[in-house]
């Protein structure tokens, strides 16, 4: 009876990979059915490995329980890349993507130490799943202990992902019931069961293989329901998707403002009537000017303008005092800076010297030296 249960564990690893092979086969596949594939792949490995450690079954070739770490810390942000793709929340940028696989890379590099250190001996008692907080696991080689450390980090790795993306699902509670509620808070649930047994494996890493054993039937379980439901409703995805999306423009809280009146009369507001020269200027006073509230015009300022209000009047100031710099060679620095707005010459330099790279003085004689004023230029900071 135990190795029938034993088996039954791999059940959900194989069925993994073959909807991940699914993917990639299918013709004319958008770009998420890439996505898709490498995460039940990679999903189907990990859990494979985590089976294998913990039962013991192959461990004729126990070297697989080494080779198959990475594959854990792949699965945790691909599947977080999957949901980020899912609900439209954000673009994962290149940068992002390699931090999030910084840990792969790590363990990839874990997982080849014996090759460069022939003094580790890789035996199949030291690969077996030895709970953590055990006494056996303190009689292993340090190199080992590691190992089954990285046993254990890719289900940190994963709960703290995922228990991040679901909280952009959990306001579909908040809306009344109908099918496509259904099938949303059916989403939800199956998402949180993935963490929930993804938790459970961790604490068998740390105290018992045997509630691995049951987590990972519960997660198979979990995974065959989500994957007949997956059948019977294919407009699952399609309707997480909708719904996010309807719910974040349904919070906007410049819905049904005239953006572009509004945009044009802040240019307006900064380039005719240089309000940003007023050292006193807050976000309230140019709302109240244009007739919204404060948060309307934050949300306009970084939703269509991608910046925030000191950003956008510091980029204002800057632009005049550089005119200023140009026009005046005989100003001095602290004069131009009070003139744009800024309350101290300190806080001009420190602002001007980051967005040029220069500073005022410098400025003003590049532009001398270019030929864009015949005046003198007066030596002061």
Same mark, same amino acid.
């Given at each position: 009876m135990q190795i029938i &249960?034993? &088996?039954?564990?791999? @059940? /959900?690893?194989?069925? *993994?990979? %073959? @909807? /991940?092979i699914g993917q990639f086969v299918q013709k004319d596949k958008p770009f998420a059915g890439?996505?898709? /594939?490498?995460?039940?792949? *990679?999903? /189907? @490995?990990? %859990?494979? &490995?985590v089976c294998s450690y913990s039962t013991g079954i192959f461990n004729n070739v126990y070297i697989i329980n080494l080779l198959l770490i990475p594959f854990g810390f792949i699965s945790a942000p691909i599947m977080t890349l999957r949901y980020q793709w899912l609900i439209n929340q954000t673009k994962i940028t290149e940068r992002r993507l390699i931090i999030y696989l910084i840990p792969a890379v790590i363990s990839f590099c874990v997982m080849l130490y014996p090759v460069f250190d022939r003094t580790i001996i890789i035996r199949a008692e030291y690969l077996q799943g030895i709970p953590i907080l055990s006494a056996d696991y303190l009689k292993l080689p340090v190199y080992f202990r590691i190992v089954h450390l990285f046993y254990l980090l890719p289900k940190v790795y994963l709960v703290a992902f995922m228990l991040f993306k679901l909280k952009f699902l959990a306001g579909f509670w908040k809306v009344r019931k109908g099918s496509k509620n259904v099938v949303m808070r059916a989403g939800y649930i199956f998402a949180f069961d993935s963490i929930f047994s993804t938790f459970l494996t961790a604490i068998g890493d740390l105290y018992s293989t045997s509630i691995i054993t049951w987590a990972i039937l519960y997660c198979n379980v979990n995974f065959y329901v989500l994957f007949i439901f997956g059948q019977r409703n294919p407009e699952y995805n399609r309707v997480i998707k909708t719904e996010i999306v309807k719910s974040r423009y349904e919070k906007s809280k410049i819905k049904y403002l005239d953006i572009e009146s509004i945009l044009s009369n802040l240019h307006d507001i900064m380039e005719n009537q240089k309000a940003f020269a007023s050292e006193d200027i807050t976000i309230k006073i140019i709302a109240d000017e244009l007739g919204i509230t404060v948060h309307q015009l934050s949300e306009i300022l970084n939703e269509k303008i991608k910046k925030n209000f000191n950003s956008f009047i510091n980029d204002y100031r800057i632009d005049e005092a550089k005119k200023l710099l140009i026009a005046e060679p005989g100003r001095t620095i602290t004069s131009v800076a009070l003139a744009v707005g800024f309350n101290s010459n300190t806080a001009f330099s420190t602002i001007f010297s980051r967005t040029t790279g220069i500073t005022p003085k410098e400025y003003r004689i590049k532009m001398s030296k270019c030929g864009k004023t015949a005046f003198p230029v007066k030596d002061e900071s």
């Open positions: &249960h034993q &088996h039954m564990m791999f @059940l /959900g690893a194989y069925f *993994s990979i %073959i @909807l /991940g890439y996505i898709y /594939g490498i995460s039940f792949i *990679s999903m /189907g @490995l990990w %859990i494979f &490995h």
